[in-house]
């Protein structure tokens, strides 16, 4: 989440911007001082999207389409008027793969920032500095670890990095 606050705050127009998030993140205190050293900047409107993340995970579209569609509603006004959020932060690695759900329930020029590419960019970079950064190999050559189900991040990875 964190290095997509401080695009957002800097290119929303309104000066409202929306967090989709899960509950941890937004209730961390790196989060929240982030948030806090931002506030002259720009007003955050934090949504904790429980459940989300997991019907992602599930594949399920049905339980995914409702839940984007009930956090969206819930943050208010969405679009370019003042007072509307105008850039909506996805805070969560899970989020960018429902862009376009996220997106059929949003008004036209609403901008969607997510955080994967710049936390990519510093770690390649933080690789780099180490001399750790793997310059040959193929895809077939990654190891996934996890701290839950093995069958599940197989099952991820093939869907959403293959």
């Not at 509603?73 to 370019?80: E, K, R």
């Amino acid at each position: 989440v964190e290095p997509a606050l401080k695009p957002a705050a800097a290119q929303s127009r309104t000066h409202r911007v929306g967090v989709l998030a899960t509950r941890g993140t937004l209730q961390s205190d790196k989060y929240r001082a982030l948030q806090r050293s931002l506030q002259e900047q720009a007003e955050f409107v934090d949504m904790a999207c429980d459940g989300l993340a997991a019907a992602i995970e599930a594949d399920d579209a049905e339980k995914t389409d409702q839940l984007c569609r009930e956090y969206l509603a819930a943050l208010g006004p969405l679009g370019n008027q003042p007072g509307d959020i105008d850039t909506l932060v996805l805070g969560c690695t899970h989020y960018p793969f429902v862009s376009n759900t996220l997106r059929k329930y949003l008004a036209p020029g609403v901008e969607l920032l997510e955080s994967g590419a710049p936390v990519a960019r510093q770690t390649r970079r933080l690789l780099e500095g180490g001399h750790l950064l793997a310059t040959h190999g193929s895809p077939s050559d990654v190891i996934l670890q996890a701290t839950g189900s093995a069958d599940r991040l197989k099952w991820a990875a093939a869907q959403w990095l293959l």
